[in-house]
């Protein structure tokens, strides 16, 4: 859908330069002389991945009914009644003036989503005018400068926040789960899964079990498999690429030229996964060597599963209480990895074991909408503000959006990135998952530094 958006304000504000702006070329008539524009003008136009229909409008001047000036302004008004969204402008060089203050009550009864944008911001003199900004009640301004690009980034943010809410029934928080068209649209291609662990865990039982075919050699001598052997396989609809890898042992313990490129191969079929299977001995959970497994698949930014193999000849009790000590306090980069207890060679528990693969690779692959994911920005700050940074310099949050999937990363834009300390950052981290049902998977927060419009 395009978002209707009418750029309005008094005379001479800088309405039709910045409608130029977004339509790419000189369009509307730019002059210093106020009241340029008379007719409403209309065009398409981007803004990054934004499709707006933009609407430059006369600048408002009180007359009385039939002039030109009242004709001009009954042409603004029904271009405020027919956007999605009103862009108004003040000069913030000249402060709030009082046709500024007029003109907004007009806007606020209107009842549309409002952005406020200080236009002509381009050195510290209109500090006093951005303060003045609050009194219109149209919310907190964005320091922007059509004439030098300053705030487009934010006026980007804010324009694709109001979008989302308008698409979107709902803007409850947990409401991110892939809709049956982006499910459809998953399955369309193949999960590339790999199955890992130290040598003699089981993996190539697994994956015969799996497939219900004896497609691996298997025995109870340790490293049978040497190389990465892909199986192709439909499970429920979903095609699966299916990766039986060599054993890894400890780097000190690896000797030999072709239980190095074993080791190798292993490592190049995790990197190039999607799900990583983890398969531990029920006997001996997550020692060291499954540790640094572990971390290393989620480092990579791959989903992690856990399957508890051998459990029918395990100590369950104990082992259960060991397993859930260790992933506490050893993988907290990726709280609430999912574990299933399984039996290869039984054939027990492999239905559950493909549908926590299936959960965690839908989460993997989730896209939160920008409007939940800032309305939580903005919650979670009200609970627990920035501290000072690092620097002992104020750390103003902006807003946070979701750059790309697989995994979930997402570009958090701050005044002072550098001074942002790690404890805050994790709290973020652990909020995000909580709230939107991230568990199991790893989430990437890069803080940006967002434009200063007094560098200059």
């Not at 991110?176 to 982006?182: G, I, K, R, T």
């Not at 490129?261 to 799900?275: D, H, I, K, R």
């Amino acid at each position: 859908m395009d978002l209707k958006v009418a750029i309005v304000g008094r005379p001479n504000v800088g309405k039709s330069t910045l409608f130029n702006r977004l339509a790419g070329k000189k369009l509307a008539l730019v002059h210093d002389l106020p009241g340029v524009t008379r007719d409403r003008k209309e065009v398409k136009a981007k803004l990054k991945d934004l499709e707006l229909t933009i609407i430059d409008t006369a600048g408002y001047e009180e007359s009385t009914e039939g002039k030109m000036e009242n004709r001009m302004w009954l042409q603004t008004k029904r271009a405020i009644d027919e956007s999605d969204v009103v862009l108004f402008l003040f000069d913030a060089r000249a402060g709030i003036q009082a046709y500024d203050e007029h003109f907004a009550d007009l806007v606020r009864k209107s009842e549309k989503r409002v952005i406020l944008l200080a236009n002509k911001c381009e050195g510290k003199a209109q500090e006093q005018g951005i303060f003045e900004a609050y009194k219109l009640g149209l919310g907190e301004p964005l320091i922007f400068s059509g004439e030098h690009s300053i705030g487009f980034d934010e006026l980007y943010m804010s324009l694709k926040e109001i979008e989302e809410t308008i698409i979107s029934k709902t803007d409850e928080e947990d409401d991110v789960e892939n809709s049956e068209e982006d499910i459809e649209a998953l399955k369309k291609k193949p999960i590339q899964i790999a199955i890992v662990g130290r040598p003699n865990v089981g993996k190539s039982t697994l994956v015969n079990a799996l497939l219900n075919d004896e497609r691996m050699l298997t025995g109870p001598e340790a490293g049978l498999t040497r190389d990465a052997i892909t199986s192709q396989w439909n499970w429920k609809g979903w095609k699966i690429n299916l990766v039986d890898t060599a054993g890894l042992r400890k780097q000190a313990k690896v000797t030999g030229a072709i239980e190095k490129m074993s080791v190798e191969s292993t490592l190049y079929a995790t990197n190039m996964a999607q799900v990583v299977i983890l398969v531990l001995d029920a006997d001996a959970i997550l020692d060291k060597q499954d540790l640094t497994i572990a971390r290393k698949v989620l480092d990579e930014g791959r989903a992690l599963v856990i399957a508890v193999n051998k459990w029918d000849i395990a100590d369950k009790k104990e082992a259960l209480d060991r397993l859930n000590d260790k992933l506490a306090t050893s993988l907290t980069q990726a709280e609430g990895v999912p574990t299933v207890i399984i039996s290869a060679l039984k054939k027990k528990g492999l239905d559950k074991l493909l549908s926590a693969v299936i959960k965690v690779y839908e989460r993997w692959n989730v896209r939160i909408p920008t409007a939940p994911l800032n309305k939580w920005f903005r919650d979670v700050q009200d609970q627990n503000p920035a501290p000072l940074g690092k620097n002992k310099r104020r750390i103003k949050l902006k807003y946070i959006t979701q750059a790309k999937t697989r995994p979930p990363s997402f570009y958090m834009f701050s005044s002072n990135p550098e001074g942002l300390p790690d404890s805050y950052l994790r709290y973020l981290t652990n909020q995000l998952r909580d709230t939107f049902k991230l568990h199991g998977i790893p989430i990437r927060i890069s803080v940006r530094k967002s434009d200063n419009p007094y560098a200059e």
